[in-house]
């Protein structure tokens, strides 16, 4: 496991932008993943979006539906830190933001597929 420290969360309006950082240390990063995921009140954790990468294959990413064309996911050149671009924010993007990784280099969508949580940040859209 590796330790994960998220930044970036905050209040902004609808329309407006936000941008994640989750900066990950004490693991080797040549291989793996790591993702977003959101949990709103009272709702599960829901996927956001993941980046997974090796020396053989490059890098791909994915994303939840609900946040396609909005959000982009993207790996920092330290590549120990990943951001997560968020714009065209709505009301009900409004959530506490977890960055996630697992040592495994392929798409997971399920909390289950990820071996390290960050504590969260919190990001609120206003109407």
């Known amino acids: 496991q590796v330790q994960l420290v998220e930044s970036g969360g905050g209040l902004v309006q609808a329309g407006g932008s936000l941008r994640l950082s989750c900066t990950a240390s004490?693991?080797?990063?040549?291989?793996?993943?790591m993702g977003w995921f959101r949990q709103a009140p009272g709702k599960e954790r829901e996927f956001v979006a993941a980046?997974?990468?090796?020396?053989?294959?490059?890098?791909?990413?994915n994303y939840g539906d609900s946040v396609k064309g909005r959000f982009t996911i993207s790996r920092g050149n330290a590549k120990k830190t990943v951001y997560l671009q968020m714009n065209s924010l709505k009301p009900e993007d409004t959530a506490v933001y977890y960055c996630?990784?697992?040592?495994?280099?392929?798409?997971?969508?399920?909390?289950?597929?990820?071996?390290?949580w960050g504590q969260g940040t919190q990001v609120t859209v206003s109407s």
């Open positions: 996630a990784a697992d040592p495994r280099s392929s798409l997971a969508t399920v909390t289950s597929g990820y071996d390290s």
């Open positions: 004490g693991g080797t990063f040549s291989s793996g993943k």
């Open positions: 980046i997974w990468w090796s020396d053989s294959i490059g890098y791909y990413s």
